[in-house]
């Protein structure tokens, strides 16, 4: 079965560095997106991207963040000045066709930030 | 308002029982409406998903959809151990968010 793969499982920075995830949506989706998971906190959404541009983000989706697909396979999230507030889980996320359809997730990325 | 909204629990059910976890949401129009699971330190793994008002089920599982009054469950018949987890119930506004209520944990008591 097709899934979202995501590198690196686990990256420790330093505060104030700049960190990027990446993942790999399934072949023919057309959606993507980022979520992120504070430690015993609920899955919150950044950002979704179609057609090569932002669709729509949230308000924790501020311009430290940004997002890329810089190839027909890769999509990335860019942290350019890590605070100690973003450590958490980040998933990267795609669907077929539409913004209503299944949200299948990758296995995430654990960023701590120290 | 929050835009989903679950009992945290945590919820125990004995082994070979049923498990009701329930979910409100305030956008009245959203159309879809997603159930997952998700164990401890991993990602959310989608289980069920359901579209029109009534039941819609799928083995053990069973969602129900009230949209007058916005309200989304999911049933579990028949609880294993390995279903402990938290469940997520997740429903796309208008605006094209996925929004995520911050779960149920169910255990499940062998």
């Known amino acids: 079965e097709p899934e979202v793969t995501q590198t690196p499982s686990h990256q420790v920075t330093q505060m104030g560095q700049e960190v990027i995830l990446r993942c790999v949506p399934i072949?023919?989706?057309?959606?993507f997106y980022w979520y992120r998971q504070i430690l015993g906190q609920k899955v919150e959404f950044l950002v979704s991207f179609y057609n090569n541009e932002i669709s729509e983000k949230s308000e924790i989706f501020d311009d430290q963040f940004s997002v890329e697909r810089p190839d027909g396979s890769n999509f990335t999230l860019k942290i350019r000045s890590t605070k100690l507030e973003d450590s958490a889980m980040y998933f990267c996320?795609?669907?077929?066709?539409?913004?209503?359809?299944?949200?299948?997730f990758g296995s995430g990325t654990q960023l701590s930030v120290l | 308002q929050k835009e989903v909204e679950q009992n945290s629990g945590p919820l125990s059910v004995p082994e070979g029982a049923i498990a009701s976890l329930n979910c409100t949401y305030s956008d009245r129009g959203s159309q879809s409406f997603f159930w997952y699971r998700q164990y401890s330190g991993k990602s959310p793994e989608l289980i069920m998903f359901i579209y029109s008002n009534g039941d819609k089920e799928d083995g053990r599982f069973t969602a129900q959809l009230n949209k007058a009054s916005q309200y989304v469950s999911l049933l579990i018949r028949d609880s294993q151990p390995s279903d402990s987890a938290t469940y997520l119930c997740?429903?796309?506004?208008?605006?094209?968010?996925?929004?995520f209520g911050t779960g149920t944990s169910l255990t499940v008591i062998p």
């Open positions: 072949s023919n989706h057309l959606y």
């Open positions: 996320a795609s669907t077929l066709r539409g913004f209503d359809e299944k949200l299948l």
């Open positions: 997740a429903v796309p506004n208008t605006g094209n968010q996925f929004y």
